[in-house]
């Protein structure tokens, strides 16, 4: 496409059964906001789309679990994932949910075109059903091997392991998510999308049409479900949850979850338009709209094959001109995982990074998993705040903004003849709208980023190299010059640094008092510059004017200390070890004893009444107990886990005729019962109640 005339740009619906995290914000968001944001900045008509996913089967497990209803669930979470977004400044246009009634009519109007052109196959087949629940089970309701990777949980609808997508019926052993049960096949009616139809225009678009533009992990995924061959897919379920299937005997069926929720994108873009007073059809139905979808590589096929090929049917949409789907995002070395949780949820980051969305950000966008997965480790998190954002970028700007103020009451000195070196510095500046440009429009954010600091880093060595601290001393006239050039490279940071450090950008232009948005109406400024437009930076000659008046500094960045990353690291050693200790097993039963066996043990409640260390040994108290029968000695091995102040006065179940037996040379006489967790801590078993007297027989 040469100059599209405007950009649809869409970000993968968010599932709502809970809130994101740093891997979502670092495959799918970041990159799809400073992309829309960039778009902006150079004059470009974008509608920046996004929405949360409220339908499909994940949802109602989540909701029967909970003992609520889908609603209640998807009502919570569709509000905290909307915050989140704000939070962290990505800049929908529009955000919508598909449980709207807007979604609900576009969906259902869509499926109906394709019913009345006869784009579907309407089959009645055998699906699993388990009888049970008295439930047809399909996506999460059921799990067994993937056929190709021989994966033994892989989901009825796609398989997390090798990502293949199939159907319910392909898994080898399925078996039931609600019952366990082994599901039995019953017949049901579904209408399936051909996408085998498909595939000669799917061949020629994508493996002919695509082969240089996308990406390779996007193009080698789709040119291996291709080569596989396609098969049509049921786009309809047995379920009560969704949009309900609109054409005769779809009574008590809906729309499958992964046929309506990419429709979500059109039906925001619509809700969007009708709220501004435009029309949406130019953003999905003109061949000079440059159509770009946002995803992770788990969503590939249904963005790349099943939506164009719903779309494709439909006959009047435009297709996607690229899909820059991004690999995983892992943390500290693991996979990111919600049901173990394994993750930095963006409201906990918030809460404990108040005021940093931007290190997040930058942080995020640095280690982009890009082409391969990658790694997020708070390491690189504080290091890249601590090396980067503060000393070269923050540093810049704050010895700019300080020598101003000091030498010239903040009033942009007149500069004299440049130096070639200035000549030099602001030519390179100039170069750089295209720098970073260039690695936008190829989808390259980390390598945009970069360049951006590279700015940062021209600006710092500029101030380095010229040392206007000693010229001030010795050459007025040039010191002036310096801290005008140096005013300028500030301002183009002012301007570049929006799309990828947005509450920056905003600080910045307020310190050297630009107008932006929060500010356009206010009078106390009276003297702001206009701020400067992307290409701006390239074209105008001056973009801070000598005799302008700054703000003073305030810092943009703070160091990060070792303690608070410690902080991270041990709450993540804290989910680690819980999590262990969820799996670890349990041990299995002894052999059966009889109740004889059983009632020669005598077992009382007792009390602690004394309690000292054993000399030389790490592990054994030595306590007197009172039994209610007699006060006694008992050495128990409980040393680590209590001092003996600890246990004096302590409550205690005693197994009382156990043979006496010499620790240490000290005879104990019988035995304290206790139980340790998986971590190893020893925990008191004792009657609960505080008036079982001592003496008193458990039985
Ligand atoms: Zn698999």
Same mark, same amino acid.
């Given at each position: 496409?040469?100059?599209?005339?405007?950009?649809?740009?869409?970000?993968?619906?968010?599932?709502?059964?809970?809130?994101?995290?740093?891997?979502?914000?670092?495959?799918?968001?970041?990159?799809?906001?400073?992309?829309?944001?960039?778009?902006?900045?150079?004059?470009?008509?974008?509608?920046?789309?996004? +929405?949360?996913?409220?339908?499909?089967?994940?949802?109602?497990?989540?909701?029967?679990?909970?003992?609520?209803?889908?609603? $209640?669930?998807?009502?919570?979470?569709?509000? @905290?994932?909307?915050?989140?977004?704000?939070?962290?400044?990505?800049?929908?246009?529009?955000?919508?949910?598909?449980?709207?009634?807007?979604?609900?009519?576009?969906?259902?109007?869509?499926?109906?075109?394709?019913?009345?052109?006869?784009?579907?196959?309407?089959?009645?087949?055998?699906?699993?059903?388990?009888?049970? *629940?008295?439930?047809?089970?399909?996506?999460?309701?059921?799990?067994?091997?993937?056929?190709?990777?021989?994966?033994?949980?892989?989901?009825?609808?796609?398989?997390?392991?090798? +990502?293949?997508?199939?159907?319910?019926? $392909?898994? %080898?052993?399925?078996?039931?998510? #609600?019952?366990?049960?082994?599901?039995?096949?019953?017949?049901?009616?579904? /209408?399936?999308?051909?996408?085998?139809?498909?595939? $000669?225009?799917?061949?020629? /678009?994508?493996?002919?049409?695509?082969?240089?533009? /996308?990406?390779?992990?996007?193009?080698?995924? =789709?040119?291996?479900?291709?080569?596989?061959?396609?098969?049509?897919?049921?786009?309809?379920?047995?379920?009560?949850?969704?949009?309900?299937?609109?054409?005769?005997?779809?009574?008590?069926?809906?729309?499958?979850?992964?046929?309506?929720?990419?429709?979500? &994108? @059109?039906?925001?873009?619509?809700?969007? *338009?009708?709220?501004?007073?435009?029309?949406?059809?130019?953003?999905?139905?003109?061949?000079?709209?440059?159509?770009?979808?946002?995803?992770?590589? $788990?969503?590939?096929?249904?963005?790349?094959?099943?939506?164009?090929?719903?779309?494709? *049917?439909?006959?009047? &949409?435009?297709?996607?001109?690229?899909?820059?789907?991004?690999?995983?995002?892992?943390?500290?070395?693991?996979?990111?995982?919600?049901? !173990?949780?394994?993750?930095?949820?963006?409201?906990?980051?918030?809460?404990?990074?108040?005021?940093?969305?931007?290190?997040?950000? &930058?942080?995020?966008?640095?280690?982009?998993?890009?082409?391969?997965?990658?790694?997020?480790? /708070?390491?690189?998190?504080?290091?890249?705040?601590?090396?980067?954002? =503060?000393?070269?970028?923050?540093?810049?700007?704050?010895?700019?903004?300080?020598?101003?103020?000091?030498? &010239?009451?903040?009033?942009?000195?007149?500069?004299?003849?440049?130096?070639?070196?200035?000549?030099?510095?602001?030519?390179?500046?100039?170069?750089?709208?295209?720098?970073?440009?260039?690695? %936008?429009?190829?989808?390259?954010?980390?390598?945009?980023?970069?360049?951006?600091?590279?700015? *940062?880093?021209?600006?710092?060595?500029?101030?380095?190299?010229?040392?206007?601290?000693?010229?001030?001393?010795?050459?007025?006239?040039?010191?002036?010059?310096?801290?005008?050039?140096?005013?300028?490279?500030?301002?183009?940071?002012?301007?570049?640094?929006?799309?990828?450090?947005?509450?920056?950008?905003?600080?910045?232009?307020?310190?050297?008092?630009?107008?932006?948005?929060?500010?356009?109406?206010?009078?106390?400024?009276?003297?702001?510059?206009?701020?400067?437009?992307?290409?701006?930076?390239?074209?105008?000659?001056?973009?801070?004017?000598?005799?302008?008046?700054?703000?003073?500094?305030?810092?943009?960045?703070?160091?990060?200390?070792?303690?608070? @990353?410690?902080?991270?690291?041990?709450?993540?050693?804290?989910?680690?070890?819980?999590?262990?200790?969820?799996? !670890?097993?349990?041990?299995?039963?002894?052999?059966?004893?009889?109740?004889?066996?059983?009632?020669?043990?005598?077992?009382?409640?007792?009390?602690?009444?004394?309690?000292?260390?054993?000399?030389?040994?790490?592990?054994?108290?030595?306590? !007197?107990?009172?039994?209610?029968?007699?006060?006694?000695?008992?050495?128990?091995?409980?040393?680590?886990?209590?001092?003996?102040?600890?246990? @004096?006065?302590?409550?205690?179940?005693? #197994?009382?005729?156990?043979?006496?037996?010499?620790?240490?040379?000290?005879?104990?006489?019988?035995?304290?019962?206790?139980?340790?967790?998986?971590?190893?801590?020893?925990?008191?078993?004792?009657?609960?109640?505080?008036?079982?007297?001592?003496?008193?027989?458990?039985?």
């Amino acid at each position: 496409m040469s100059q599209p005339k405007r950009y649809t740009i869409t970000t993968a619906l968010p599932y709502t059964n809970g809130p994101i995290h740093i891997g979502h914000l670092a495959g799918v968001y970041v990159p799809a906001d400073i992309y829309a944001r960039y778009l902006r900045l150079t004059g470009h008509d974008v509608a920046f789309i996004g +929405g949360s996913d409220e339908h499909g089967v994940p949802i109602t497990i989540k909701a029967k679990n909970e003992g609520v209803s889908p609603q $209640d669930i998807v009502d919570k979470y569709h509000a @905290i994932i909307k915050k989140s977004f704000e939070d962290f400044g990505i800049t929908y246009d529009n955000y919508s949910r598909t449980s709207a009634p807007i979604h609900h009519k576009t969906a259902s109007d869509f499926f109906k075109t394709l019913y009345d052109k006869g784009e579907f196959i309407e089959e009645t087949t055998e699906q699993l059903y388990d009888e049970q *629940a008295n439930q047809f089970l399909a996506d999460r309701f059921v799990i067994g091997t993937c056929p190709k990777c021989g994966n033994e949980e892989s989901y009825g609808d796609q398989c997390e392991n090798c +990502g293949t997508s199939h159907n319910a019926t $392909d898994l %080898i052993n399925p078996k039931s998510t #609600l019952t366990g049960n082994t599901p039995t096949l019953k017949q049901t009616k579904h /209408w399936f999308l051909p996408l085998d139809k498909h595939e $000669d225009f799917l061949k020629e /678009w994508i493996l002919e049409g695509h082969k240089k533009d /996308w990406k390779p992990n996007v193009y080698g995924q =789709v040119k291996s479900w291709i080569d596989d061959g396609l098969r049509p897919r049921a786009v309809t379920r047995d379920l009560d949850w969704g949009i309900p299937v609109p054409v005769k005997g779809g009574e008590g069926k809906v729309l499958y979850v992964w046929f309506d929720a990419p429709i979500g &994108y @059109i039906s925001s873009t619509i809700e969007w *338009a009708e709220r501004e007073g435009k029309d949406w059809e130019p953003y999905w139905k003109d061949k000079n709209t440059k159509l770009v979808h946002f995803i992770g590589k $788990d969503n590939i096929v249904f963005h790349c094959i099943i939506f164009p090929a719903m779309l494709k *049917a439909e006959g009047s &949409y435009i297709l996607p001109d690229n899909v820059p789907a991004n690999e995983f995002l892992n943390l500290e070395g693991n996979k990111l995982s919600t049901s !173990k949780n394994w993750a930095v949820w963006l409201p906990e980051y918030l809460e404990e990074f108040p005021g940093q969305q931007d290190v997040l950000r &930058y942080a995020l966008n640095a280690n982009a998993p890009e082409t391969k997965d990658n790694d997020f480790t /708070w390491k690189d998190f504080q290091a890249r705040n601590n090396n980067e954002l =503060v000393a070269i970028f923050g540093n810049f700007i704050n010895r700019v903004v300080v020598l101003t103020n000091k030498y &010239y009451n903040g009033v942009v000195p007149e500069p004299a003849a440049f130096s070639q070196i200035d000549e030099e510095t602001l030519a390179a500046v100039r170069a750089y709208p295209d720098v970073i440009e260039s690695s %936008i429009e190829r989808y390259r954010f980390r390598e945009a980023g970069q360049e951006l600091m590279n700015l *940062a880093r021209l600006g710092n060595k500029y101030l380095a190299d010229e040392e206007p601290w000693k010229k001030i001393k010795e050459d007025e006239v040039r010191t002036k010059t310096i801290m005008y050039v140096a005013l300028q490279i500030a301002s183009a940071l002012a301007t570049l640094s929006e799309p990828f450090l947005p509450f920056t950008s905003e600080k910045l232009k307020k310190i050297l008092r630009f107008t932006q948005n929060d500010n356009k109406d206010s009078q106390c400024h009276a003297e702001l510059v206009e701020a400067s437009q992307w290409n701006d930076i390239s074209t105008k000659e001056v973009l801070l004017p000598a005799g302008h008046q700054i703000g003073k500094a305030e810092l943009l960045f703070s160091k990060i200390e070792d303690e608070t @990353i410690q902080k991270q690291l041990d709450k993540l050693e804290a989910s680690k070890k819980a999590n262990e200790a969820a799996n !670890k097993t349990v041990e299995p039963q002894k052999d059966t004893i009889t109740f004889e066996d059983f009632t020669k043990l005598d077992i009382r409640v007792g009390t602690i009444l004394e309690a000292e260390k054993m000399p030389k040994t790490k592990k054994l108290l030595k306590l !007197k107990v009172d039994t209610g029968i007699d006060v006694r000695t008992i050495v128990s091995g409980i040393a680590e886990s209590f001092t003996a102040e600890e246990v @004096i006065g302590k409550r205690v179940t005693v #197994l009382v005729n156990l043979a006496p037996r010499a620790l240490r040379g000290v005879e104990s006489q019988g035995m304290i019962l206790m139980t340790e967790t998986p971590e190893g801590k020893l925990i008191f078993v004792n009657p609960d109640d505080t008036t079982a007297s001592n003496g008193l027989k458990i039985s």
